[in-house]
């Protein structure tokens, strides 16, 4: 969803922090779009990029909403999107997608993200981050083949089946 850009140290609390909270309410998630291609490519959250990014069950949209209010921050509700914001931390995004199978379509991109399971957990800082199966397929089919290779821009957002 496009905002100010983040300190890299903003966004790894702000990852610990929902990585934490999302785990202890065992919500199916896990790491997507630029904060998924940090953590494989750097092991941080990307430097300058605008927020973390979630993806989740759309069953969980109405109790992310209600979290959301229960902890005093902004929320913003699309049909199919969530987004958080807290003072202390970074904007999180919650995209929700409809799970068939071990595909999750989410909804707001109108990206499938294909053969997610088993996730993969990552031990990362005090926390336990949640990744999709075949990680770097995924980030290859978003990003091009040379993902690897930090550039100025978000990537190509046509790809839909990840």
Known sequence: MGGSPQKKNLLNKTLVFIANLLNDLNIIWFIGYGTLLGIVRNNSCIDGDDDVDIICSYENYKMLID?????DCKVIIFSNFVR??????SPIDFYCADIKG???HENHEKVIWTNCYPLIHKKWHTAILNLPNDVEAKLSRRYGEDWKTPKKCKGNRKRKYL
């Open 84 to 89: 958080w914001e807290i003072n202390a931390f």
């Open 102 to 104: 071990a595909d999750f």
């Open 67 to 71: 979290i959301g209010k229960h902890l």
